[in-house]
């Protein structure tokens, strides 16, 4: 950032403790079918099992650090750059660099809201012949041979079409909105849309009175709507968005088509395997502990989450709305427009508008190389190759850091999102005596040993959280503009296991391994975005499995992260040997648009 930025709720810059950086190790057995319902049912039934549960899951992880009582508890990790005095401030503008398309013979190419908005310029396709192609790969009342629309849970044809056809109509006239008018895009199903209903994973109820169309969209996507992007439809997540593969045994769980013996990742599930099968080049996803980042890593993709209500203020304090996409100029564009302020917004409202970096500033990595190389050889090798690049052919300095209480803080983010969870389960409970009644027996089992969270511990949580954030501030006054970098999952990819459909699962272990980096973003309101950065051969299946690079950076420099996703692209089509992979069943949509009536 700017050294005149202004702030309101930076951190004092404070050097934390050393503490020696041991990958957690939990001792927490896998659970599917029966043992599943049994354990879920248990917990909730007994408070003894419960607790034993809990400690076991280590969410007293923050009560025994002394440091911590001199501490001032951080409930909320709000850091908000603000605007200058003055300024009204609208939406950022779409520069021109945003408009160039990648070239044609580019390995692995994906299409782009470019693509789309200079084909229907020139008449070549229109953006109702997209809406109709893609319907019925999309739609569940449209069911198709292959299994693309287990990424959506509701498409509104009606809804689609009606956008579609006004779309055609302003580009016929040569009046078009702007880049984004007519490309079709998803919305993860914790998102309101207007006429649709919002799922939030869990299987419908006509009964439950919260299972209504929302009658307002929420301010990001509107932004996107009224600068003419479709929504093609509500994209399938993990119920509650309470874990990270994606499996969701009420909707279907969606397909990883680099490799679909592998999940997506998730919360975001629908829209990472929609992304990377091709039918639509931007999703709109949240993130509470990786899950923008996880499936955009697992999947192939980027994705983005923002400085903590950059976008939208949310009730919560570690989750975010934020966009994935199939290129880095996308992710760029959908960017600047869904966080356009919103002057009935006091939060987001008061942001100022990200810069980009300039092109003169000094370039810098920092690297914790215990954590960094906890991740698989494979992964390890494949990030480390691209952080060489970016040290030797763009000009990066790379340097040494430490992060104090990484394995607690990790701990600490579990506990606050299950909390968050918890909360918003019992607020929409049909029956209060019976707040977990109609969720999955996965988040039963959560819900039920994280509920005996004592209320006092939540303060510890905001003093490991204010600790953390003050080291972060160190680092960032030692090293002003740097960059964090690690591998966004330690590993690949998530094997499916027979019989993951009938009733999910609950592997904690595996959960905590894959947000082994994911979770400082969330605990400390910074953005971070996700970038592949080469493939690994799987243990199982056919399809080569995309390596994520993510980089954090300091908060409301949300756009210096865009910009490096550029690079972090150009290293992959450029440098990476064989260039960007494309799944084996990607669907040419502009190809089969063109025969649509």
């Not at 659970?31 to 049912?41: Q, S």
């Not at 034993?52 to 409930?75: G, P, S, V």
């Not at 740097?482 to 019989?499: E, F, Q, S, V, Y």
């Not at 992959?572 to 040997?577: G, I, Q, R, T």
Request: charged share 20%; aromatic share 10%.
């Amino acid at each position: 950032m700017a050294s005149n930025q202004r702030f309101s709720g930076y951190p004092l810059a404070k050097e934390g403790p050393k503490t020696p950086y041991k990958p957690m190790e939990y001792n927490n057995p896998a659970l599917r079918g029966w043992p599943l319902i049994l354990a879920a049912k248990l917990v909730n039934y007994s408070s003894f099992l419960a607790k034993a549960t809990w400690h076991n899951a280590n969410f007293d992880c923050a009560n025994n650090i002394e440091e911590l009582h001199k501490r001032n508890w951080h409930l909320q990790p709000i850091v908000t750059p603000l605007a200058p005095d003055g300024v009204v401030q609208t939406q950022a503008e779409i520069t021109p660099e945003l408009y160039e398309r990648q070239p044609e013979d580019l390995t692995g190419r994906f299409y782009s809201a470019a693509d789309y908005h200079e084909l229907f310029k020139a008449g070549k396709l229109t953006p109702l012949q997209v809406a109709k192609a893609l319907l019925p790969l999309l739609s569940r009342e449209q069911s198709s041979s292959e299994k693309y629309a287990v990424a959506c849970t509701v498409t509104r044809e009606d809804l689609v079409l009606a956008a579609a056809t006004k779309s055609t109509e302003r580009y016929a006239a040569g009046q078009p909105l702007g880049i984004l008018d007519g490309v079709p895009i998803g919305v993860k199903d914790d998102q309101d849309v207007e006429g649709y209903v919002t799922h939030i994973g869990l299987p419908y109820n006509a009964a439950d009175p919260f299972f209504k169309p929302a009658t307002e969209t929420v301010w990001p996507v509107a932004q996107l709507e009224a600068a003419g992007a479709i929504v093609i439809g509500k994209l399938t997540m993990q119920e509650l968005g309470s874990d990270i593969s994606g499996c969701n045994p009420s909707w279907g769980s969606p397909v990883n088509w680099n490799n679909p013996a592998y999940y997506p990742g998730g919360s975001s599930s629908g829209a990472g395997s929609a992304i990377c099968a091709g039918l639509i080049p931007i999703a709109i996803g949240t993130d509470a502990g990786g899950s923008i980042r996880v499936p955009s890593s697992y999947c192939g993709s980027y994705g983005l989450k923002p400085t903590l209500h950059r976008a939208v203020t949310m009730k919560s304090a570690v989750c975010v709305v934020g966009p994935m996409a199939a290129t880095a100029n996308d992710l760029a564009i959908t960017y600047r427009i869904m966080t356009t302020p919103n002057p009935e917004d006091p939060v987001q409202g008061s942001f100022a508008l990200s810069v980009p970096p300039s092109p003169t500033a000094k370039k810098t990595i920092g690297i914790y190389w215990d954590w960094f190389n906890a991740a698989s050889p494979a992964v390890v090798k494949v990030t480390k190759n691209a952080v060489s690049y970016f040290e030797n052919k763009l000009g990066y300095e790379v340097v040494d850091i430490s992060i104090p209480y990484l394995q607690e803080g990790q701990g600490s983010l579990s506990v606050w999102a299950l909390i968050e969870g918890i909360d918003h389960c019992q607020g929409r409970a049909m029956d209060r005596n019976k707040p977990f009644a109609n969720v999955n027996y996965c988040n039963q089992l959560l819900f039920g040993f994280a509920s005996q969270t004592p209320a006092a511990d939540m303060f510890k949580h905001g003093q490991l959280r204010g600790l953390l954030m003050e080291h972060l501030a160190f680092l960032w006054k030692q090293h002003p503009g740097m960059l964090i970098l690690t591998p966004t999952t330690p590993d690949a990819g998530w094997k499916i296991h027979p019989g993951d459909q009938a009733y999910g699962f609950s592997d904690g272990s595996m959960t905590i391994r894959n947000m082994m980096y994911s979770w400082l973003a969330n605990t400390t309101g910074c953005p971070a975005a996700s970038a592949p950065v080469g493939y690994v051969d799987p243990e199982v299946g056919e399809g080569k499995l995309p390596v994520g690079l993510m980089a954090m950076g300091e908060w409301g420099s949300d756009e210096q992260l865009l910009a490096w996703t550029k690079e972090a692209e150009a290293y992959l089509n450029d440098a990476w040997d064989g260039g960007r992979s494309r799944p084996k069943k990607w669907v040419d949509v502009v190809d089969i648009s063109k025969d649509v009536e």
